[in-house]
């Protein structure tokens, strides 16, 4: 079965960097387009980056432009998001997704807290 398993999440101070990562599995992993997604408390889930199957292709939300990094590596089935210059707004949990024709799969999330 498809599993996506967050980790990396953690308190930062402002400023600060984190790497997120997804293990994904149950799926070729290789041939599917993966997001990055975050809910606030309060506040919907929001995209936040796309990465195309090979890698060759991201988008960003406008927020997260210049800080954050989406990669993937598809020997390993992982998914990355490297967070620099970290701010209290980027506080979320983030997931990642996936869509396998019509079906969405997410992971179970991981906290990540920007405070001083």
């Known amino acids: 079965q498809v599993q996506l398993v967050e980790s990396g999440g953690g308190l930062v101070q402002p400023g600060g960097s984190l790497r997120l990562s997804c293990a994904a599995s149950?799926?070729?992993?290789?041939?599917?387009?993966m997001s990055w997604y975050r809910q606030a408390p309060g506040k919907e889930r929001e995209l936040v980056a796309f990465?195309?199957?090979?890698?060759?292709?991201?988008m960003y939300t406008n927020s997260v432009k210049g800080r954050f990094t989406i990669s993937r590596d598809n020997d390993k089935n992982t998914l990355y998001l490297q967070m620099n210059s970290l701010k209290p707004e980027d506080t979320a949990v983030y997931y990642c997704?996936?869509?396998?024709?019509?079906?969405?799969?997410w992971g179970q999330g991981t906290q990540v807290t920007v405070s001083s």
């Open positions: 997704k996936v869509q396998l024709r019509w079906t969405t799969y």
């Open positions: 990465i195309t199957s090979t890698g060759d292709s991201t």
């Open positions: 149950g799926f070729t992993f290789s041939h599917y387009g």
